[in-house]
């Protein structure tokens, strides 16, 4: 009998340790939902097909080259996703990573233009949910929390789908996830059409 109340006390302490080490990064943070206009930014990017997962790597490197090599410093982050992983089979998932230059021109930057896309996301009404960026975990964190309350939102409100931006804003600490609704297929295609 005492086995088992000090394996159940141990089980508790584990959950509790658990419990606290995720709240640092979201886990009990609300999902904050407004309409706001955003933008215009300046990303620089490459395409990605396949896994969501994947892209970090892919983001990474270009902060690095970016920092390293041009002397452009950056502290935004974005994945612009096109597609639903639950209805687009995971190698067929199409998104656009980099990060988003401030303080500079896409003149500044014709240099690098040949390895990587270059272009304006222009200023947009979107709805915008606000979840914390404590690191990878309040990604994934993210995921779980905030797209079903943003699918309900956009739904409820008869938003149309669009392509979702997740912009990882690292002096604030917070990830905006930003579904712009006034911009045209045409405009979130040139991005995949440009790189």
Do not use: W
């Not at 309040?138 to 912009?167: C, D, Q, R, W």
């Amino acid at each position: 009998m005492k086995i088992l109340a000090i394996i159940g006390i141990v089980l508790v302490l584990i959950v509790a340790i658990i419990l606290i080490y995720l709240s640092g990064y979201g886990l009990f943070s609300s999902v904050i939902i407004s309409e706001k206009n955003v933008g215009p930014y300046l990303l620089v990017y490459r395409k990605h097909i396949g896994d969501y997962k994947n892209v970090g790597p892919v983001m990474d490197k270009i902060y690095y080259d970016l920092k390293d090599n041009h002397s452009v410093i950056t502290t935004k982050g974005f994945g612009l996703y096109y597609d639903n992983p639950q209805d687009v089979t995971t190698d067929n998932l199409r998104s656009i990573v980099g990060c988003i230059v401030e303080g500079k021109s896409i003149e500044d930057l014709k240099d690098i233009k040949n390895k990587y896309g270059i272009k304006e996301y222009p200023a947009s009404k979107s709805v915008v949910a606000e979840f914390p960026f404590k690191g990878k975990i309040s990604i994934i964190l993210g995921i779980f929390k905030v797209y079903p309350k943003l699918s309900a939102y956009l739904n409820e409100n008869k938003h149309p789908s669009t392509p979702i931006m997740e912009l990882y804003d690292q002096p604030n600490e917070k990830i905006e996830y930003i579904s712009s609704f006034d911009l045209s297929k045409e405009v979130f295609d040139s991005f995949l059409n440009s790189q």
